[in-house]
């Protein structure tokens, strides 16, 4: 397996796996959040990585000009887009200095250990092609070093308001992974649609003989608001980690960042009506649900967008 690099072999035993990836399912940074205050806490060192060079599309085709396609006063805007800067979005960055190459980067695939807490980590992103010989490597590492179980940290946009507690839902390899999940406050997702490499990962967990378990726990979408970073979100599944593996961990300082986003959002809150109104309605959905336990409640995407279409969400609401 040419694509596993280890740079050492670590002295561990049934150890933890637990994985974070850039892109679709990292919204507020929880996922590789997440894994970042892991390795910084359990004070966690790099001994191995995944050689990108074969999982990724460095170069684009772009023979045809690409086009971006928005909304301007109600009619449809065909504009074309530089072809190169378009390109660029794939290329690996690269620094050369008076004419010498010091430095190319290329996706990072990292795998870090703290022995003292047997537990790995992974902080990667999610490969554009080979799926099967990037989740080989994953498993090949598990194998390597007998890991049994596996987690996921992500979120997923959600249209809950940040005056409320995000909920994590779950997903499992195997029916008896279930068991105790529910007792740490965890729900199980019921999703039909395109699937990520976590997925794919969970779908050959069981012939590879691995325990899998994804945590998807739920970040505020606000359109009119970027949120790159969601510390509540953040909190939640790591202290939900912490719990289920016992690592005992002193969060002290997330708490006081979750407090200080949530506090910024209460800021915006007071001074913007429509995004008052906004909150309010999703509030009401949010203790509905609650208090109702109703699995067929909807909880996606679409109650979302119809309480912002309620909502005359003026040119301001954007500016806040």
């Known amino acids: 397996m040419q694509d596993l690099i280890f740079h050492e072999m670590p002295e561990i035993e049934d150890a933890s796996l637990i994985l974070g990836l850039t892109g679709w399912m990292d919204g507020g940074s929880v996922s590789t959040g997440a894994v970042g205050y892991f390795r910084e806490r359990l004070a966690a060192r790099r001994f ?10 460095f170069n684009f085709p772009v023979s045809s000009i690409p086009i971006s396609v928005y909304l301007e006063d109600g009619r449809a805007v065909v504009q074309p887009i530089n072809p190169m800067e378009f390109a660029a979005l794939f290329r690996p960055h690269c620094r050369i200095e008076d004419g010498v190459i010091e430095e190319v980067v ?12 047997n537990v790995v980590l992974f ?5 554009h092609v080979r799926w099967g010989g990037w989740c080989d490597c994953i498993f090949g590492l598990a194998e390597e070093l007998k ?3 596996l987690w996921f940290i992500g979120s997923v946009a959600s249209p809950i308001p940040h005056t409320r507690e995000p909920r994590i839902h779950a997903s499992v390899s195997s ?8 007792e740490h406050g ?8 395109p ?3 976590i997925t794919s990962l969970a779908w050959h967990a069981v ?9 998807v726990v739920e970040v505020p979408h606000y359109p009119f608001l970027e949120m790159p970073t969601y510390p509540p979100s953040i909190l939640k599944v790591v202290q939900t980690l912490d719990d289920i593996l016992g690592f005992g961990l002193d969060m002290s300082d997330l708490r006081a960042s979750s407090e200080a986003a949530k506090a910024r959002l209460d800021e915006v809150m007071a001074e913007n009506d429509e995004f008052r109104e906004l909150v309010t309605k999703l509030e009401e959905a949010y203790d509905y649900e609650e208090a109702e336990h109703d699995e067929e409640a909807e909880h996606d995407e679409d109650l979302l967008r119809r309480l912002i279409d309620t909502i005359d969400l003026e040119e301001e609401g954007g500016e806040q």
Do not use: Q, T
């Open 48 to 57: 191995a990585e995944i050689d990108p060079l074969d999982f990724y599309i």
């Open 106 to 117: 290329y996706p990072h695939n990292d795998f870090w250990v703290a022995e003292e807490s």
């Open 123 to 127: 902080s990667g992103e999610e490969p």
């Open 147 to 149: 890991v049994e179980d």
């Open 175 to 182: 029916p008896e992974l279930k068991e105790g999940l529910e």
């Open 186 to 193: 965890i729900g199980f997702s019921e999703y039909e649609g």
């Open 195 to 197: 699937a990520s490499i």
């Open 207 to 215: 012939p590879a003989r691995v325990n899998f378990r994804s945590l």
